[in-house]
Nanobody, 124 residues
Framework: QVQLVESGGGLVQAGGSLRLSCAAS????????MGWFRQAPGKEREFVAS????????SNADSVKGRFTISRDNAKNTVSLQMNSLKPEDTAVYYC?????????????????WGQGTQVTVSS
């Protein structure tokens, strides 16, 4: 069992930066691939970024490439999402998720545990 708690969301102007963090419970955290997804009002939840269990493989959605960076610290049981050059279209609730697959997973169904989400709002 893994419990995930996101933090770091908030209100920022376009062009600004935010860093989201996800704290995971459980000694098996290092065995899980981790991902970030987001859901904007009226839209489906979508993939943002993922990282393999060792951190050696990362994937990013085309919409965030070059702006967002995912990283993890297995010693601290945390995964982070550094978001730069934010745009109003990045406004959404951001969710942290854990996948038993251990690899860099891109699909929602590949994830077994989810956090409650943290709101990110980017003003124009």
């Amino acid at each position: 069992q893994v419990q995930l708690v996101e933090s770091g969301g908030g209100l920022v102007q376009a062009g600004g930066s935010l860093r989201l963090s996800c704290a995971a419970s459980g000694r098996t955290f290092r065995n899980y691939a981790m991902g970030w997804f987001r859901q904007a009002p009226g839209k489906e939840r979508e993939f943002v970024a993922s990282i393999s269990w060792r951190g050696g493989i990362t994937s990013n959605a085309d919409s965030v490439k070059g702006r967002f960076t995912i990283s993890r610290d297995n010693a601290k049981n945390t995964v982070s999402l550094q978001m730069n050059s934010l745009k109003p279209e990045d406004t959404a609730v951001y969710y942290c998720a854990a996948s038993r697959s251990g690899t860099s997973a891109l699909r929602m169904y590949e994830y077994d545990y989810w956090g409650q989400g943290t709101q990110v709002t980017v003003s124009s």
